[in-house]
Nanobody
Framework: QVQLVESGGGLVQPGGSLRLSCAASGFTLDDYAIGWFRQTPGKERIGISS????????YYDESVKDRFTISRDAAKNTMYLQMDSLKPEDTAVYYC???????????????????WGQGTQVTVTW
């Protein structure tokens, strides 16, 4: 079965850290640009980070730059989002994504024919 399965969301205090995981099955992540998106109620899903092994480029939205880190473990066919120095405004549902395109197109256009994870809630609050 072709799917992306996320884990690692939860409740954390401001300034804390979380690591989201996204395991791929049925396809090889290395063949795809990978990315992370987030969405709050009533708002559009926005791209916050992406990476493509095809060109080796990594992109971050300004809102998460220098705090979040995207990575991938090819052996585990899993991608990660390390989130540090979390802020209340980072509260959202986070989605992983994979698309056969560039990292820039993925973070700006989203998934057109690839795959989404099921989403995981991250809540940053006292």
């Amino acid at each position: 079965q072709v799917q992306l399965v996320e884990s690692g969301g939860g409740l954390v205090q401001p300034g804390g850290s979380l690591r989201l995981s996204c395991a791929a099955s049925g396809f090889t992540l290395d063949d795809y640009a990978i990315g992370w998106f987030r969405q709050t109620p009533g708002k559009e899903r926005i791209g916050i980070s992406s990476f493509s092994s095809a060109d080796g480029r990594t992109y971050y939205d300004e809102s998460v730059k220098d705090r979040f880190t995207i990575s991938r473990d090819a052996a585990k066919n899993t991608m990660y989002l390390q989130m540090d120095s979390l802020k209340p405004e980072d509260t959202a549902v986070y989605y992983c994504a994979a698309e056969k395109t560039t990292g820039w197109e993925l973070i700006t256009r989203g998934v057109l024919s690839g795959y989404w994870g099921q989403g995981t809630q991250v809540t940053v609050t006292w």
